[in-house]
Structure formats: structure tokens, C-alpha cells
């Protein structure tokens, strides 16, 4: 029995099946695939991208890390501005998931009232957010072992530090212990007991207490032998007055180890003045005012002016006196517009910070490291004498001779560093030379020969690349100028006065996260305002401002007389208006009408021109791409007909 032939229509229409099927199952095999979370990011910012330290964080987890993820999603009460960033943290938690290699789970809960999801976002420490009398949440958790990090509230006005917290979020639980800090400093940070019977102890500085509740802190004293970049995460130097070559040199081994120092040096300091390093009585002595690190800035490319303060007029703080007031031209309030690296994490959310007679850095290159300026004076800045800076001198403000240069008052060094000290640790002999051993005759019994130690070896260049933050100034994080600290029944209160504080601990808080997160930076928003149609609003509000305001100007004066004579009319009086009264009153009105109606042509003319360029920007869409397909086909077409005819 012959076959019967299948008929081309039902052919060509399983082949669309076919195709169809093919598709579909493709596009579903793609997304649950890591490969189907990845493309191309062709945006100006790459703002869809994470950044390489992400991606090292990721890629260096060796235990499960889990983000309890809870969003509030089946409510209709959820603003639209809420609902478009929650798309945002969807894809950017997708795309942390499929580059974990499965070290990191997502755990989307929606914590309805009375459910399980409600009460984890509870012991979470996820309460959410009141709107329109209902509990929404929109945070996350971020979990490993036995440790925790909250980002309770995702606001989409922090969007563009999103990717940072989470990164910092995810290495903060990873690792297993606190990071250690080591503290080097002339200062008596953690306070000293009372000399003498009646006498009241001295209180830790505030910051130093703040720094032993979020990290363990060790005291290293000033003359450490060696410092262990594997256990201390981060080396304080706090004004290290006086600081020994050997000691310098112990710094220098652990940078080279791959360690990351922060050093507060100054050319004046006030809080060394009032506590001082020892007891005087006791014959301690004070600590010196002045710090620096002559051998290690010099290898690092820096110098620190120690001599002298930096005064700034152009951010010169008003200061009470005993009688009266003064512009303390010594006394830095450095605004936002002296924060250079504007997406900075460190500085980003500051609003300004105080320095109070600093010295100042000057990069003199030649250590080939990459060198970063956080906080910078103004190119009025110039050099004055610490103590009559410190006497808040009026002569200061015109004597001062500026140089036209910006100083340096906070700033970052990163690379590979090379010793500062190529001779070895100063104050060891070197290494003797080897003595050869005498030739033994044949029956000779062998010679006692002392063994020569080992001279211990030292770092001439990093193993890894190291960090370095400076800081010209101590007494901006010294409690009085800190701090608004008060006592509560024997219970000491201390509140940011200003953003020193926020300052200090950003840079550590960075510091002391994974390597990959120092030096991170702010992503750029994916919300991207309509600069055009921005500017067609503010030509139109320009142009019609003015005659909005002579319209209102205009309507109150009307107004104005129309209530005066109605309260005429009140008293009983009689109410007569002059022809000239009753003629500007119908002029006025004419006015407001007249003006009223250009107003509203005016905002006819600006809907026209949006809708104009809204045309536009939708027959771009909708056409750009078919033409270029269709350009394609017709390329390919003629190129084959070429090659056919070729034949």
C-alpha cells in the first residue's frame, strides 16, 4: 500500500511547531542555567555590572552563605518607586547567586501577617516599614554559621551604595572572628587608672571604646618587635610621637606583608596638650605635639609638614573666644566641595568635617603606588605658626601667604611598596662574611667550628599589594571635638557632633572588610532623570516666571483694594468708586485674564514639545531596530545572489 504524502501545509505547519518547541524549551534550559544571568552591559556606567571585588568575594567563599531576601510583593499598597527597585535587587541578588558557583543561596520570603516569613524577619531583626497602615518590608538578611548582617530597609535613595553594602555584608559573615586592629600610640587611648587615692581614673576616648565594640583591639605599644599581617588586619598608628627606626621598620615588614596601616600624624596637637602620653607628676612627661614618620613617608613619596599648621581661609571656622568671637583660620571645616572622589565610599554621605591645626601631605611621587586625595584644603591654603594658631591669632587670617597649591589632608596609597629600609633593621651588624673552612689532612680528627646563626631575612618588596591611609590631624576624633558627650548617672552619653567620627569609622569599616573592598566605589544609578525634558520645563518656568509673579502681584493688589472697600461697606459708609478706580479694576482683570490665558498656551507649547520628543524616542524604538534587521536580510540577500551567480 503506497504511502500517502503529507501535505506541504501540514508540514510547514509541524515544522513551526517544531520551532516553536525548540524555542521555548531553549529559552527555559538558558534561564536556569548560570549562563542565562549573564549578557552584555552596554550602559555608560555599567551600572548592570558588579564590580571585580565583588566578584572576588564571591569567588573566594568556602562556606554557604545564605540571604534571607523578604519583600513584601502580593500587597497593593506597595509604592511604584519601591516596586522598581525591588526588580533592581532581584537581578542584582540573581546575578551574586550564579557567581558564587552555589556558595550562596537566595531565600525569597514575603512575611505576611501571622506566618513563619514574619516571624524570621523578627528574630532577624526586620521589622519593616509603616505605609498607608500597613507593615511593609523590603530588607535582607545576610547569613554564614552562626553570624549575621541585617540591611534592614533597602531604600532606593541609597541605590547606588546597594552593591557595596551587600559585598561588605556577605565578607563580614564569611569570616569567622572580629578583625583585629593593632593600635601604635603615644596617647593613653584606653585611659589610665587615678595616681593618687581620690583622684578620678581618665576615661577612654570615645572612639577608642567605639573601636573595641565592633573589632578586637590589641595594643601594640611603640616598640613592637614584629607585627603579623596575618593577625593584625589593620595597624593604627595614632599619633605616633617619636616613633623609633626600629619601630618604623616593624611597620615597614608589615605593609610589605600585605598589611594596611592608617596613620594620624599632626603638626599641632591640642588633645596631646590636655592628656598627654604619661603623669607629670610621676615623672612621665607629656606626649610631643607633633608626629610624623620620617623614614617610611620619605619611601612612600610623601612628606608630612609637622612644623607648621595649614590655615585655609577659604575654610576657616568661626571659634568663641573669652572675648568674644574669632575666625580661626587654622581650624579647617572642610564641606563636601574638599572631598575630591565624589563616589567615594568613605566620603560620600559626609557633609563635612572639622580639622583642627593640621599639618599636611605633599606627594613627591617616585614610590610607584597609586595615590588617592579624600580630603584636600583649597588652593588658597598656606602654612602658619602652630602656637599662634593655637592662640587663635587674628593676625594670621591677612599675613597668611598661600602658595596657590592644595594640600593633601587625607589621602590613600595602594600598591606594591617597596622597603624603606634597604639596609635591614637599623641597629643590626651585617651579616659577617662566611669563613671557609681550613682543609683537614688525611688522619686529622675535624676542628670544632662555631656555627654562625642565621641572620633573619627582611622584605625588600611587598609580597602583596598593601594599603595606606593618612590622615593629617588627631584632635578631629578627640571627644571634645568629636563628640557632644554628656553624663547620665555615672553613664557616659556621647553623640556625633559632627562627621569626624563617620569619617574615621567608614575608612575602617572599609579597612577592615575583605582586601577586595578597599578603595570600592559607588555604583552609578540606574535611574536616569530626563535631562531634556528637564530643561523644557525649566526654559518654560524661566520664560513665564517673571509673569507669573507680575500676575500674582497684580491679583493681590486687586484683591487688596476689593477688601478695602468692602470693609467701607461694612462701617456703613457709602460706597462710591471713581471712573479711574472702577477702569484700572477692569484693567486688572483684563490682566489676569490675558496673562492666565498666555500661561496657558505656553503650557500647551511645552505638552506639544514633549509629546514631540515622546514620538520621537518610541518611532526610534520601534523602527531603529526592524530597519536594521531589514538592512541585514537585504545584505545577506545580495551577497548570496553574488556567490550564486559567481557559480
Known amino acids: 500500500m503506497a504511502h500517502k504524502p503529507t501535505h506541504p501545509v501540514t508540514r510547514a505547519a509541524f515544522g513551526i511547531g517544531a520551532l516553536v518547541a525548540i524555542a521555548i524549551l531553549a529559552n527555559w534550559l538558558i534561564s536556569i542555567s548560570t549562563f542565562g544571568n549573564r549578557g552584555q552591559d552596554f550602559t555608560e556606567n555599567k551600572v548592570h555590572t558588579l564590580s571585580k571585588g565583588t566578584r572576588a568575594i564571591l569567588g573566594e567563599l568556602d562556606t554557604p552563605v545564605v540571604i534571607r531576601y523578604y519583600a513584601s510583593r502580593n500587597t497593593a499598597y506597595m509604592p511604584e518607586q519601591l516596586k522598581l527597585h525591588m526588580r533592581r535587587v532581584d537581578d542584582l541578588l540573581k546575578e551574586y547567586a550564579s557567581l558564587s558557583k552555589g556558595k550562596l543561596r537566595i531565600d525569597e520570603l514575603d512575611p505576611q501577617p ?109 616598640t613592637p618587635a614584629t607585627i603579623n599581617p596575618k593577625e593584625i588586619k589593620v595597624l593604627l598608628l595614632f599619633h605616633p610621637a617619636g616613633i623609633t627606626p626600629e619601630a618604623e621598620f616593624a611597620v615597614d615588614q608589615y605593609l610589605l606583608g600585605g598589611g594596611t596601616v592608617v596613620a594620624c600624624l599632626d603638626a599641632f596637637s591640642i588633645a596631646a596638650q590636655m592628656t598627654g602620653g604619661g603623669n607629670p607628676m610621676m615623672g612621665g612627661g607629656g606626649a610631643p605635639t607633633t608626629s610624623t614618620l620620617p623614614t617610611l613617608l620619605a619611601a612612600w613619596g610623601m612628606t608630612f609638614e609637622s612644623t607648621q599648621c595649614l590655615a585655609d581661609p577659604t575654610y576657616m571656622t568661626p571659634m568663641r573666644t573669652r572675648t568674644g568671637s574669632a575666625d580661626a583660620v587654622a581650624v579647617l571645616t572642610l564641606p563636601q566641595k574638599a572631598m575630591p572622589q565624589k563616589d567615594n565610599v568613605i566620603t560620600k554621605d559626609l557633609e563635612s568635617i572639622m580639622m583642627l591645626l593640621p599639618g599636611a601631605f605633599t606627594n613627591i611621587g617616585g614610590a610607584k603606588v597609586a595615590a588617592d586625595t579624600l580630603v584636600r584644603s583649597s588652593l588658597q591654603a598656606g602654612f602658619v605658626d602652630s602656637m599662634r594658631a593655637s592662640q587663635l591669632d587674628p593676625a594670621l587670617a591677612t599675613s597668611l601667604k598661600a602658595k596657590g597649591t592644595a594640600y593633601d589632608l587625607i589621602t590613600h596609597l595602594t600598591g606594591t611598596f617597596q622597603t624603606a629600609f634597604p639596609n635591614g633593621k637599623p641597629g643590626e651588624a651585617p651579616a659577617a662574611p662566611k669563613v671557609e673552612e681550613p682543609k683537614k689532612e688525611i688522619g686529622q680528627l675535624p676542628a670544632e667550628v662555631k656555627k654562625e646563626e642565621p641572620k633573619p631575612e627582611w622584605l625588600k618588596v611587598g609580597t602583596s599589594e598593601g594599603n595606606v591611609f593618612l590622615i593629617a590631624d588627631i584632635d578631629a576624633f578627640y571627644d571634645q571635638f568629636a563628640y557632644r558627650v554628656q553624663n547620665f548617672g555615672g553613664m557616659q552619653m556621647a553623640s556625633p557632633s559632627n562627621g569626624n567620627s563617620s569619617l574615621f569609622f567608614n575608612l575602617l569599616d572599609q579597612a577592615t572588610g575583605s582586601k577586595h573592598l578597599i578603595g570600592s566605589r559607588s555604583r552609578a544609578a540606574v535611574r536616569r532623570p530626563f535631562t531634556v525634558i528637564q530643561e523644557m520645563e525649566a526654559n518654560f518656568n524661566k520664560q513665564s516666571g517673571e509673569e507669573i509673579a507680575n500676575y500674582e502681584t497684580k491679583q493681590k493688589e486687586v484683591q487688596q483694594k476689593l477688601s478695602d472697600l468692602q470693609a467701607q461697606k461694612a462701617k456703613g459708609s457709602e460706597l462710591h468708586l471713581s471712573p479711574e478706580q472702577e477702569a484700572e479694576i477692569r484693567k486688572l482683570r483684563q490682566d489676569k485674564v490675558d496673562t492666565s490665558r498666555l500661561i496657558r498656551e505656553k503650557e500647551k507649547e511645552l505638552r506639544r514639545q514633549k509629546d514631540k520628543l515622546s514620538g520621537n524616542i518610541t518611532l526610534l524604538n520601534v523602527a531603529v531596530m526592524p530597519s536594521i534587521v531589514i538592512l541585514f536580510g537585504f545584505a545577506f540577500l545580495i551577497k548570496r545572489r553574488s556567490a550564486t551567480r559567481a557559480r
Request: net charge negative; with cysteine; aromatic share 8%.
Open 114 to 222: 501571622d506566618t513563619d516569613a514574619e516571624d524570621s524577619a523578627n528574630l532577624d531583626g526586620i521589622n519593616g516599614q509603616r505605609m498607608d497602615d500597613q507593615n511593609l518590608y523590603f530588607g535582607l538578611a545576610v547569613s554564614c554559621v552562626d553570624r549575621t548582617s541585617v540591611i534592614p530597609f533597602l531604600d532606593p535613595n541609597d541605590e547606588t551604595m546597594l552593591e557595596y553594602h551587600l559585598s561588605k555584608a556577605v565578607a563580614e559573615v564569611s569570616t569567622p572572628a572580629k578583625p583585629v586592629i593593632g593600635v601604635m600610640s603615644a596617647l593613653s587611648l584606653a585611659g589610665s587608672p587615678a595616681m593618687m587615692q581620690g583622684q578620678r581614673p581618665t576615661q577612654p576616648w570615645v572612639f577608642y571604646q567605639q573601636l573595641k565594640q565592633a573589632f578586637e583591639v590589641k595594643d601594640l605599644g611603640m
